[in-house]
C-alpha cells in the first residue's frame, strides 16, 4: 500500500464524508482503510430489509458486558463493518441533533462546534426534498426524502399523539416540540449512505478506478490493528489484510473515523489511553489519557408491544409481492425505515428543550427485532435523549482480534434521573395505546407487557427487562480544550502529533436527536480542519 498524504481509518458516516472532503480541497493523496467489505449486499439499498442486515457479515455485532441497570442483561450492540459503515444498516432517520445540544457542545469547551457553526454544515450536507428554508439545506450530497409509504399504523401515531395534546409538525428541525413523520436517507424509497453520498462521486461503478480528482483510494477488508507514533509522531498504520500484517506510512496525517467503540480502542491498541488499562494488556504507554474510552453515553430505549388487526409489516419480508412492488415503483413495505415516526416532549416544561423521543415501529419489535410474534403489531419506543449514565469501552486484550469491552452503564447514574425519565416516557406510550381512539381502537392485545402497568415499580421493571440500546453510542474519544479531553477542538489527539478522531466518539454530549447527521458533520468539519493546514 505504500505511503500516501493521508490515511483514513474506517469508511463509516464520518470516514466517508471525510475522505472526501480532503480530496476536493487539497491536492493530497487520501487513503481509506475499511474492515469490511463493499457494500455489495443487495439488501443494504432496500430500507425494509434493514434488520435482515443486523448481526450479519456487515455488522460487527458487539456484545455489552451484563448490565446491572437490565436485570444483569447483556445487550448486542450492531455497528456497520461495510463500506458506508453504520449508515449502511442504520434507521436512515435524519434528526440532526438541537441548537441547545451545539451550543452546549461549544460551551462546555468544544469551541467552534455551536449552532450555528453546525446548522451551517448541515445546510451544505443536505439535499431535502423540502426546499431550501432556515432549517434545511438543498443541492448537498446527502438526499433527504419524506418516506414515500409510510403504514397505516404510524398515521395512527400521530393522530393518537394529538388526542394527546402534541402538535403534529411537517419540519422537526424548525419545531422541536412535537410528533412527525421521520425524514429519511433515501432517493425514491432506496437507502442513500454515507458512502453513496460522499465516496460515489469519486469511484467508478466498479469501485477502484477514480472519477474525480483521482486522488482517493479505498481498500476494503483491511482492518487496522493500530498507529504506528514514532517521536511523539504518528506516522502510520499497522494493518492486516487476509492474515498478513503490514504497515501503511502516512506524509502527513493519520485521521480515525472508526466509531465510538473502534476508535478507542484503536488509542489504546497504539499506547494512548488510561494508564492501569494498557498495562493490564501489556501495551507500552506512550500517551496517559484517562479519558480515552471513559465517557460512553447512549440513547436507551424501552418499548411496548401491541397486537393490532394490520397495517405494520408484519408478513412483508416474506412476501415476493413486497419486494416486486418495490423494484417496479419504490413503493409498499419495502420503502419502510422501521422507524417511521417520532415524537419529542419534555417530561417538565420548565426544560429549555425536549428531554423524551417517543418512536413508533409499525412493526412487533423487541430485542433487535429477535423475539418474534407472528402477528400484526405496533411497538412504541420511549428513548431518554439526555442520558446522564457514564459508561465506558476498553480493551479484553491486546490481541486485535479480541472483541472489545464496551460497558455502557445503563441507568446508572447516581441520582437514577435516566430511569424516572424512561418511566415518564413509559406513561406517555401507554396512554397512547390505551387511551386514544386512533390507536386504542385498533388494538386487539398486549404483547409486551401482558397487561396495564399500574406503577412506577412496574414500569421500572419493564425498563429493566427491555431496554436496549437506540445505536447512538458516543464520547469515547471526547473534545474539548480542558487537559483531560481526549482531542482538541480541531480533533487533535493531545500529546501526539499527526493523529485526530473524527466520527461519532468526539461528541462530548449525545444529542437530542439521532447522531448519523451529526456524524457526518464532524467528518465534513474535520476535512475543513485538515485541509486548512495542509
Ligand atoms: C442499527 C443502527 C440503527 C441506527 N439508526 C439510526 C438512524 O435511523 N438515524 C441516525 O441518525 N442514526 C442511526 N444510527 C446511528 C448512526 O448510524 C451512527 O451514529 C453513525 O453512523 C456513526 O458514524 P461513525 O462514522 O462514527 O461510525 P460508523 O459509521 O460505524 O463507521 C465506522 C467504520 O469504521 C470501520 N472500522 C472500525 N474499526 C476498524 C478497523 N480497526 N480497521 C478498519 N476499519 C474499521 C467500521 O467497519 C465502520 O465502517 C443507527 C446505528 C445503527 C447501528
Known sequence: ??????????????????????????????????????????????????????????????????????????????????????????????????????????????????????????????????????????????????????????????????????????????????????????????????????????????????????????????????????????????????????????????????????????????????TDELERHGIEVLVEHAAVGADLQDHIASGMVVATEGGSLYGADRDPRVLARWLARRMGPATSNLGEAIAFLRTDESLAAPDIELLAIPAPMLDHGRTRFPQHGLTIAAIVLTPESRGRVGLRSADPDAPPVVDPGTFTDARGRDLERMVSGLRTVQALLTETRALGGRVTGRLEPRQQLRDATALRAHARATAQTLYHPVGTCRMGSDAAAVVDPELRVRGVAGLRVADASVMPRVVRGHTNAASIAIGVRAAELVAAGD
Request: with cysteine.
Open 1 to 274: 500500500m505504500g505511503s500516501v498524504d493521508y490515511v483514513v481509518v474506517g469508511a463509516g458516516s464520518a470516514g466517508c464524508a471525510l475522505a472526501a472532503g480532503l480530496v476536493e480541497r487539497t491536492d493530497a493523496h487520501v487513503l481509506l482503510l475499511e474492515a469490511g467489505p463493499e457494500a455489495r449486499d443487495p439488501r443494504i439499498a432496500v430500507p425494509g430489509a434493514t434488520g435482515d442486515l443486523w448481526f450479519g457479515r456487515n455488522d460487527w455485532a458487539f456484545v455489552t458486558e451484563p448490565q446491572s441497570g437490565l436485570d444483569g442483561r447483556r445487550d448486542t450492540w450492531p455497528r456497520g463493518r461495510v463500506v458506508g459503515g453504520s449508515s449502511a444498516i442504520n434507521a436512515m432517520m435524519w434528526v440532526r441533533g438541537l441548537d441547545v445540544d451545539f451550543d452546549g457542545w461549544e460551551s462546555g469547551g468544544a469551541t467552534g462546534w455551536g449552532a450555528e457553526r453546525m446548522n451551517a454544515l448541515f445546510h451544505v450536507i443536505e439535499d431535502d426534498e423540502r426546499g431550501l428554508s432556515s432549517s434545511r439545506g438543498v443541492g448537498g450530497p446527502m438526499r433527504i426524502e419524506r418516506q414515500r409509504d409510510p403504514r397505516p399504523l404510524s398515521l395512527a401515531f400521530l393522530d393518537a399523539c394529538t388526542e394527546l395534546g402534541m402538535r403534529v409538525v411537517d419540519d422537526y428541525h424548525a419545531q422541536p416540540d412535537g410528533a412527525a413523520l421521520t425524514m429519511v436517507t433515501q432517493r425514491r424509497g432506496r437507502r442513500v449512505t454515507a458512502a453513496d453520498a460522499f465516496l460515489a462521486p469519486h469511484r467508478s461503478r466498479r469501485g477502484r478506478a477514480p472519477l474525480g480528482p483521482g486522488r482517493l483510494t479505498v481498500r476494503t477488508g483491511v482492518s487496522v490493528d493500530r498507529v504506528i507514533v514514532e517521536d511523539g509522531r504518528a506516522v502510520g498504520v499497522e494493518v492486516r489484510v487476509g492474515g498478513e500484517v503490514r504497515t501503511v506510512r502516512a506524509r502527513k496525517e493519520i485521521l480515525l473515523a472508526a466509531g465510538a467503540v473502534m476508535s478507542p480502542v484503536l488509542l489504546m491498541r497504539s499506547g494512548i489511553g488510561p
